[in-house]
């Protein structure tokens, strides 16, 4: 291996890496559907109805995930 780690080791910094880089998918993905949604006028702060939609639509994301992730997970079994 010549790197000095673990197996283990190896496998937990893939993880973290695959994590992080998935938390940045997940941002990217819901700043350009739920903001390019809500937000007609950008300036320099949200209007209330503005944050609400974005609050509403990041919440209907999480959970289609959410969703499809369990539906994935039981076909898998």
Do not use: H, N, W
């Not at 197996?7 to 993880?15: F, K, N, R, S, T």
């Not at 993905?29 to 109805?49: E, I, W």
């Not at 639509?57 to 076909?75: K, N, T, W």
């Amino acid at each position: 291996m010549g790197s000095g780690q673990s197996p283990e080791a190896l496998m937990e910094q893939v993880q973290a890496q695959l994590q992080q880089a998935y938390a940045e998918e997940l941002i990217e993905t819901l700043r350009g559907k739920c903001f390019d949604k809500c937000v007609t006028k950008p300036g320099s702060s949200l209007s209330s109805g503005e944050s609400s939609c974005v609050s509403r639509c990041v919440d209907r994301y999480i959970e289609a995930m959410g969703i499809i992730s369990r539906s994935l997970f039981s076909q898998q079994r």
